[in-house]
């Protein structure tokens, strides 16, 4: 094809085509709702008019005043013609979730960016801050950004990793203690960040997480028993009795 | 801040050490407070003269402070009458009596060997006068031990103020808390002090001897204690006298310096953990310098000195002669100075916050070891920002599954380690919001009763271990050398022994965190 008319006009191709294809999906939609029956259109209007919110089944009931199996039957079909989704609510998972499908879930559905399918995605979560503290292990000293191009330019990652993602997970780690957020001095370590930046120091010498010693409550039975509110000199728990000493003492 | 649990450990330190007479009478004293000796009488329900010796072993070991209560404007004349001497149990004492191998290690680290002797007698017998510790350094030798060779020991300890005079015997308080101000009698009396907080504190301070008098040798000052000196007046004391006089003085350990020292090494080896040796140097070399004019061993903050004399102090010392100003300004600036004290040449270090982390970290490992690594998560996001966090908020924070969140929190409220409101949100619908706290001052408490609780039940499985294994102490050495079921015996209740005491003793420093420092 040639739009010798278009390009003097200077309407760019693109623009063209995304023009073009605007027009395409209003066909298909009027096509499509030209065959839907009243209750789908009813339907679908209430669903596509909660954007990327959805819409949990129950509401659309009471919303509609549709019978129960008008609406299911409608659901079904709505479905089999890609003009609605069904999404997980992590707010309550039990419940059935409807979405236009033009819409991508907004984050008060999903969880968030951790969450993958209503479940905190703990395997994804563990992968950056590894990285994380990998980065910060191997300078040493790292500012938020510095960790943000690192694993940019590693390449770790197959999605994109945002700015806010890398801030939440390095306020994991802090609160995990395995690393410590500090203000540069400009000496030593520190000689690459300007003074008074905030940045983060690995704790453990190693680099490996989880390695904090225990305090000296924390390493005797009593410091994590889960009946010491039960345990009298005399008692039926006592010191003498206890297993999780015999334990212990089991030389 | 006594709990229930450090009451209960500090009797069985006194049954432990001498008998159950005594712990009857120390239980009552915690019980009810100070008592006379006929309240005593009545409360313990043992004989007069039971009571009666009880407290004098209380008092030589300096468990028990006797004190009379000034009599009040509107007492008659019945009341005027009635005996007033009161007995009041001194808990951090009896506590104390825990860390006397921390405190000979302490001598033996400042100071030499027969320092250590003369105050392992001190800390045996409580309280000595010098003639009494010339007999003790006597017993088993040939020779009698000069009594100047016992007073140069005596005064090296002096000087170092590991040791003190006796407090007064029965210092007359005023038991009434109406006035804000005491007014402290002798020397001193122009000086109005800040009211006491507690009885205890009132009599100890009213007891206490004046710090010229509370560390020195000389007789001269007359051995009554009560701050009062004669000094032009009165008849010229012959040297005899003199000598005769000092004889009669009382001695005592001083355990205010011991746990100084304790908390200076605490701070010091907290720094160097958490930052590097230098630091640690600097640190130290500042504590060093100002230790004989911290005022309370609870220091919130080091007294101010300047660059030039912080660099003299960190340069005496054998690790700090290598560094460079620039290195100390850094250490300096890694302690917390601020740009103001720089510009005011006036270094002071934030001493709190050091122990204020410690025990951060203490409570922090339990709730980490108790329930996982979630809810140390959620603990020390509530605790640093010691203020409300909804539910949904803290789970996003500390990126912890939302259904799990409400789970932990509950079980850590539920063990008192959080603080919980609820809040009504009316809106479209109306929602309960559950906001939590990590309440501090409630949970160190808390967290300071099981830590008693656990130095009790650590010290009563010592106990019940060597009654297990009774009949192993009765064979002789020899056969407990050869290999079978004996010897593998006794060399697990070696091991338990290790155990369990080196334990203790790592337990009783977090006591000290909490408690003491």
Request: glycine fraction near 4%; aromatic fraction near 6%; include cysteine.
């Amino acid at each position: 094809m040639n739009y010798p008319h278009l390009t003097a006009l200077g309407l760019g191709m693109s623009q063209l085509q995304e023009s073009s294809s605007l027009k395409r999906k209003r066909q298909d939609l009027a096509l499509v709702s030209g065959s839907m029956t009243d209750g789908e259109r009813v339907l679908y209007n209430l669903i596509h008019s909660k954007k990327d919110m959805g819409i949990w089944t129950g509401d659309m009931k009471r919303q509609t005043n549709l019978p129960d199996s008008i609406v299911k039957k409608s659901l079904k079909l709505l479905q089999s013609k890609n003009l609605i989704k069904e999404v997980v609510n992590i707010q309550n998972k039990g419940r059935k979730h409807y979405m236009a499908a033009e819409f991508e879930p907004s984050k008060e559905i999903t969880g968030g960016d951790w969450y993958t399918q209503g479940s905190l995605d703990t395997d994804f979560i563990n992968l950056v801050k590894d990285v994380c503290l990998k980065c910060i292990f191997r300078q040493k000293v790292a500012t938020h950004d510095g960790v943000l191009e690192w694993s940019r330019k590693s390449g770790v990652f197959t999605v994109e990793v945002t700015a806010q993602q890398i801030d939440e997970i390095l306020r994991a780690l802090v609160l995990d203690d395995e690393i410590e957020e500090v203000k540069s001095t400009g000496l030593g370590d520190f000689s690459s960040v300007p003074v008074g930046r905030i940045c983060y120091r690995c704790k453990s010498k190693g680099g490996n997480r989880g390695e904090q010693k225990p305090g000296a409550m924390a390493s005797i039975p009593c410091g994590v028993c889960p009946r010491i509110n039960f345990c009298t000199p005399d008692g039926i728990i006592s010191p003498r009795t206890c297993v999780y000493y015999q334990k212990w003492l089991d030389f | 801040m006594v709990t229930q649990f450090g009451i209960k450990f500090a009797v069985h330190l006194i049954t432990n050490h001498f008998g159950n007479l005594v712990a009857k009478v120390c239980e009552n004293l915690f019980s009810h407070g100070s008592l006379t000796l006929d309240q005593l009488v009545r409360y313990s329900e043992l004989t007069k003269d039971q009571v009666k010796n009880s407290l004098l072993v209380l008092v030589q070991h300096n468990c028990c402070q006797a004190f009379v209560s000034a009599p009040e404007d509107d007492d008659d004349d019945a009341d005027r009458l009635r005996v007033r001497t009161q007995y009041l149990v001194l808990f951090d004492n009896i506590i104390h009596r825990l860390r006397f191998p921390k405190f000979l290690e302490t001598v033996s680290r400042k100071l030499d060997e027969e320092c250590v002797e003369l105050l392992d007698g001190l800390l045996r017998d409580g309280r000595l006068t010098l003639k009494q510790m010339v007999d003790r350094a006597s017993q088993g030798k040939e020779n009698a031990v000069d009594t100047k060779v016992v007073r140069e020991i005596l005064s090296k300890l002096l000087t170092a103020r590991l040791v003190e005079r006796c407090p007064a015997p029965e210092p007359v308080v005023s038991t009434s808390f109406k006035e804000t101000t005491t007014r402290k009698r002798g020397a001193k009396s122009a000086k109005i002090f800040e009211a006491p907080e507690t009885l205890e504190q009132r009599v100890l301070e009213a007891a206490v001897p004046g710090n010229a008098l509370r560390f020195s040798f000389t007789a001269d000052m007359r051995s009554n204690v009560d701050g009062e000196t004669n000094s032009d007046d009165d008849q010229i004391t012959s040297v005899e006298e003199n000598d005769a006089k000092e004889e009669e003085i009382l001695w005592r350990a001083n355990f205010e310096e011991f746990i100084r020292h304790i908390r200076h090494k605490a701070l010091i080896e907290n720094i160097r953990t958490q930052h590097d040796d230098g630091t640690a140097t600097v640190l130290s070399a500042v504590l060093e310098a100002t230790k004989t004019v911290e005022k309370k061993v609870k220091m919130e903050n080091s007294v101010p000195l300047s660059l030039d004399t912080i660099t003299a102090e960190v340069m005496k010392t054998d690790t700090g002669r290598t560094m460079t100003i620039d290195r100390i300004r850094a250490s300096l600036s890694q302690l917390g100075c601020s740009q103001r004290m720089i510009v005011d040449d006036a270094y002071s270090i934030d001493l709190k916050k050091i122990i204020e982390r410690a025990q951060n970290e203490e409570v922090e490992s339990i709730v980490l070891k108790r329930y996982g690594r979630d809810a140390y998560r959620m603990f020390r996001l509530l605790s640093k920002d010691c203020c409300f966090h909804d539910t949904d908020q803290i789970a996003a924070s500390t990126l912890v599954e939302k259904k799990e969140a409400p789970k932990l929190l509950y079980r850590l409220w539920k063990d008192n380690y959080l603080y919980m409101e609820k809040v009504i949100a009316t809106g479209v619908k109306q929602t309960t919001i559950l906001m939590w706290k990590v309440n501090k001052p409630l949970v160190w408490e808390h967290v300071l009763d099981e830590m008693y609780h656990a130095a009790l039940n650590l010290s009563l499985r010592m106990a019940f271990e060597q009654e297990k294994d009774e009949e192993l102490l009765n064979v002789p050495k020899d056969k407990l050398k050869e290999p079978g079921p004996l010897q593998k015996k006794y060399k697990r209740l070696l091991n338990v022994w290790l155990l369990l005491g080196s334990s203790l003793m790592k337990l009783d420093e977090a006591l000290m965190l909490f408690h003491d420092f």
